[in-house]
């Protein structure tokens, strides 16, 4: 009987573990933390005949046939490194459900930000057209259990994968070659991992090269700027109209007098899409463009574009409170997401930032401020960091309040006497100095919101 060690007790690690054990193997599944919750995942899947270890730290045996790697494992962990050398076979959960998905096309999207939203989008429009498409990797289900469903053959049949997919899935990934590639944005992040921009780059290309169709975001100025002869046969897009498309117009997808078009073809009216920010409208065209290679019609395109409700977490309204709207950003994890989280929405704005730091270039985050915010309020490990920046560059209506409660409660206190508009949430950090993620923080939020609404704060 083969043997497989798989790390990381999460969604995507039990449902690998299921998968293969379905399939014959021997099934050790190891966490390297242990609470309560991991105590009760491990009684459950022990009864289904998976050896669970809690608290434990990888280190390879020469007993094992493979090695599968939950998306938040670092690749260049010193037990995965030995594991390498040995020359034991070591993938990431995505590769696994690719290869008991090839069969199926896949649309796979990544970049640095608009990931979830062109991939909540893209989903929408393929399932208005009856296909089953769902959404997976990042959001919606663990890709392998996509893969457990198809292989117990319990629900409908898989029309299409549709897969926002990270840097850290791409690199784990050896053989997975999508049907669809889009690429939205690329700036810099996850350099703590990835150590240097070429590699973070390089790692996206390469699920691009393997990928039938590209789909790229030309007005993007690094992906613009690098194009040169390497993507000459994508389709491009931009909402700057054909001319600003980078190569063969024929291909692309742009925006003219707010229609969405290819090659002179009107296909939906852009101010359909209820999010804004020009930004948005680049995800409806990399959305749209996905559909349109698939071979899905305009009436269906129309629909899921005019019923998408959005992304939860990504410029979200939560509420209108005395006439200030309350929006949550939390997705926002980094520069340049919250630069753009910031630019879409109107001014004045008292916007709740901190967190834990990423590496990064904050001086168009901080203009944005500059031009936008009638105050800011600051959260967690990155305050007095942020602080200090925000003082060098000559911007002082800042205060840290260290938690979202004083935050909500402050701004409850401050917006009205300022006149602000907006009440925006766009954290410009990971969230894993005081929430378990960028959802845990934005459901605290709404939570506070929702409170304060009613009257209980």
């Given at each position: 009987m083969p043997k497989v060690h798989i790390i990381?007790?999460?969604?995507?690690?039990?449902?690998a573990a299921r998968l293969l054990k379905l399939q014959g193997w021997d099934v050790i599944l190891s966490d390297r933390n242990s609470s309560s919750?991991?105590?009760?995942?491990?009684?459950?899947?022990?009864?289904?005949?998976?050896?669970?270890?809690l608290g434990h730290t990888f280190q390879p045996d020469t007993s094992l046939d493979l090695i599968v790697v939950s998306p938040g494992v670092p690749w260049d962990s010193?037990?995965?490194?030995?594991?390498?050398?040995?020359?034991?076979?070591t993938i990431g959960e995505l590769e696994l459900a690719w290869r008991n998905l090839r069969h199926l096309p896949w649309v796979c999207i990544t970049g640095t930000n608009g990931k979830t939203t062109t991939t909540a989008l893209t989903t929408a429009i393929f399932q208005a057209a009856g296909l089953n498409a769902p959404a997976c990797g990042n959001i919606g289900y663990a890709a392998c259990e996509l893969a457990l469903q198809e292989y117990q053959g319990i629900e409908k049949p898989l029309d299409w994968v549709i897969a926002e997919v990270s840097s850290y899935q791409i690199e784990s990934s050896s053989t997975l070659t999508p049907k669809i590639a889009i690429w939205t944005t690329f700036t810099p992040d996850h350099l703590s991992r990835h150590y240097t921009l070429e590699r973070y780059y390089d790692i996206k290309a390469k699920l691009l090269y393997q990928s039938q169709i590209q789909i790229i975001n030309g007005d993007d100025p690094y992906l613009r700027e690098t194009a040169n002869q390497r993507w000459l046969s994508a389709s491009w897009t931009s909402v700057l109209g054909r001319e600003k498309l980078v190569a063969n117009p024929e291909l692309g997808f742009y925006i003219d007098n707010n229609w969405v078009m290819q090659n002179g073809d009107k296909i939906v009216k852009a101010d359909a899409l209820k999010m804004v920010g020009s930004h948005n409208q680049q995800n409806l065209l990399m959305s749209v463009a996905a559909a349109r290679l698939a071979g899905i019609e305009t009436p269906a395109i129309s629909q899921a574009v005019s019923d998408f409700p959005g992304?939860?977490?990504?410029?979200?309204?939560?509420?209108?409170w005395k006439g200030i709207d309350w929006i949550n950003d939390s997705k926002a994890t980094n520069y340049d997401a919250a630069e753009v989280g910031l630019s879409a929405v109107n001014s004045p704005v008292i916007l709740i930032a901190g967190g834990e730091a990423k590496q990064g270039e904050d001086r168009a985050w901080i203009n944005q401020i500059k031009a936008k915010a009638v105050s800011v309020l600051l959260i967690g490990d990155a305050a007095e960091a942020f602080a200090k920046r925000?003082?060098?560059?000559?911007?002082?209506?800042?205060?840290?309040?260290?938690?979202?409660?004083?935050?909500?409660i402050k701004s409850s206190e401050i917006a009205p006497k300022l006149g602000a508009k907006v009440v925006l949430l766009s954290p410009a950090c990971a969230s894993f100095d005081q929430y378990q993620s960028f959802e845990h923080r934005g459901d605290h939020f709404r939570k506070l919101c929702l409170e304060l609404q009613s009257g209980r704060v």
């Open positions: 990381g007790l999460g969604r995507s690690g039990n449902a919750t991991l105590e009760t995942q491990k009684q459950q899947l022990e009864t289904e005949g998976i050896q669970v270890e010193p037990g995965l490194k030995v594991a390498r050398n040995l020359g034991i076979e992304v939860a977490h990504r410029l979200e309204q939560i509420m209108t925000l003082i060098e560059e000559n911007y002082s209506n800042f205060e840290i309040v260290e938690t979202m409660e004083k935050a909500i």
